[in-house]
């Protein structure tokens, strides 16, 4: 399904964009209120069908909770495929690492959003309706034709597509079992996917440090 974008949203996406700024946003967050104290230690689970993302993912999540001196745990060096490994298993070896939380992130799903761009026409040449005098190029229709045709510029319309993922990431203690936080976050999907993933990453761990979790 594709969605239309209203013009005057555009100048902000794509100057967003150029400026390198973060291509996700947090749609929305939730924090156990019966969950009290921080985590220090979380097992790290992405779920995805490609291994190479998942462990790009994993360890660059790690990194980026370890500047907020988390310890994160990517679980591909236990699990080489995730999406095959049991519930059962995966706690195993939860456990095994020592974790007090786990971190488990998916895609939801994706679709097209589409921006468009009206056309415009620009006329030069123009002066104050009031005091009103006229070009001296008015004087002689060839004059006045030239001028005119030449002065007007048209601006056809234009249509940017880009795709949107949403992902969930969900935060649980790892003695209990329970979900302590909650996030669905949106990302425009770039070529460079390295990038999108640093911007996912530090999305997620800024809210987790504004919960209190971190």
């Known amino acids: 399904m594709i969605r239309k974008i209203s013009h005057w949203l555009f100048p902000i996406i794509v100057a967003a964009l150029l400026a390198g700024c973060s291509s996700t946003t947090l749609s929305g967050s939730w924090r156990s ?12 689970v992405g779920v995805s069908k490609s291994e190479i993302n998942r462990r ?11 500047s907020y001196g988390v310890n994160g745990i ?10 095959k490994a049991d519930s059962k ?10 974790a007090d939380s786990m971190l488990i992130t998916r895609l939801v799903g994706t679709r097209t959003e589409e921006v468009v761009t009206p056309g415009r026409i ?8 009031r005091g009103y005098s006229y070009p001296s190029y008015y004087r002689h229709w060839g004059s006045y034709y030239d001028r005119c045709c ?22 649980y ?26 911007d996912f990453i530090k999305t997620v761990a800024r809210d987790l440090r504004q919960q209190g979790l971190i």
């Open 122 to 129: 620009s006329e030069y040449g123009s002066w104050p309706t």
């Open 173 to 198: 203690e790892a003695k209990s079992g329970e979900l302590i936080w909650s996030a669905q976050l949106e990302t425009v999907i770039e070529s460079d996917l390295q990038k999108l993933v640093a």
């Open 56 to 66: 790009m993912f994993e360890t660059q999540f790690a990194q980026e909770l370890e």
């Open 150 to 171: 030449s002065e007007i510029i048209y601006e056809p319309p234009t249509v940017t597509q880009y795709e949107v993922a949403t992902i969930e990431a969900n935060l």
């Open 89 to 98: 298993e995966v706690d195993a070896w939860m456990k095994k690492n020592g």
């Open 74 to 83: 990517p679980s591909y060096k236990d699990l080489p495929d995730a999406q």
């Open 33 to 44: 209120p019966d969950f009290q104290g921080q985590i220090s230690k979380v097992y790290l």
